[in-house]
């Protein structure tokens, strides 16, 4: 996918992941051991996710402690992008964030850049975070402790986050969510059978921009903020946040929302929607207990939070790129029916994601009907 992706952003000659991992065999992880001093380490290939954007690998080695090596290829980012993400991720570590720290390069740089074959390739290391992620610990919680503990958590590692974010002033500077989240980008990704739904964007965006941006509601957050980006102690029940690829300026909120967003896997089964909706509101309330130990939000903005979870469905439609995909490999663009579900949710203004609503069916969670476009 990512191949017709880069070829579409540069319209020539790319490389693409499987190339990048024999380069990398052949070529970059030779030097990049050299220039983080990672000689001794077992370095082992992460197999990518759907979606993902970069060549990652674990780096281990007995008595010390184990790092990520990401390598990025893509040209849909600057160097200056990569600077920003990295700057950034120190300065929340700095300052009392539970993140992965980035790890200097000999050379004591946070970013290195290795040119190939007049291809640019980004190399970043970073510390690994200590534990699992739920998905590996099978969705149960550490022994002895209530599951509330952890929605506290993150809650509280959310906030810490946030009010950190306050007093950043960046170097480098990262995009903004109206520098990619606008009509011209709208119009760019979204097929023009999707009348409705181009219409319901727009007017989204519009009343997203009439919202105050004060550094109290508005900063850099996270953006991604799920179970699989970060990893959980289950002796301590710590949290440490990692993968700030799509980082930028934002308002917090949005980070709440998929925070929310997170809480329905635990319930997604549930037929009756009134104890889906009982669950939701107790669960969001320990995240919020734990997100106010940390950093202030006023009641005004929280009443927006399902305002942002539409910002959510909204950004989890406009970034796949199937309907690119499809346009470029000649095939007749289908939405699936996960992706035809966030539509209608968009299209009919339904709230929650339509958690509470009639279109949600506990047996098929989060699915609708296939459309063709």
Known sequence: MWEVVARILTGGDIINYNEVVKISDAYLLPLVSELYGLEGYEIKLIPAHDGGRNVVYTCEKEGEDAKILRISFLPDRSREDFLAEVEYIRYLFEHGGSVSDVVSSRKGNLLEEITHHNHTIFVCLFKKAKGKMLVEYNYRYREGAPITEYYYNCGKVLGKLHQISKGYIPVHRRYSFFDKYNDE??????????????????????????????????????????????????????????????????????????????????????????????????????????YRSETRIEDSMLEKLPLFIQANLMEGIIVIDTFEVMRNNGEDPECDEELSYRIKCLEDDIPYRGFFHKIYSCEKPFEYEKRNI
Not at 201 to 215: A, G, I, W, Y
Not at 229 to 258: E, K, R
Request: charged share 25%; glycine share 8%; with cysteine.
């Open 185 to 290: 980008y709208i119009n760019k990704r979204i097929p023009g059978s999707l009348t409705l739904l181009k219409e319901k964007l727009v007017q989204l965006l519009k009343t997203l921009e009439e919202m105050d941006r004060n550094r109290e509601s508005f900063g850099m957050i996270h953006f991604d903020l799920n179970d699989g980006n970060y990893s959980i102690d289950f002796d301590t029940g710590q949290i440490t946040v990692y993968d700030f690829d799509n980082s930028c300026f934002c308002w917090y909120i949005f980070d709440l929302a998929s925070l929310w967003t997170n809480g329905v896997g635990w319930i997604q089964f549930e037929p009756d929607a009134g104890k889906r909706k009982k669950f939701m509101d107790d669960y969001f309330k320990a995240a919020l207990e734990g």
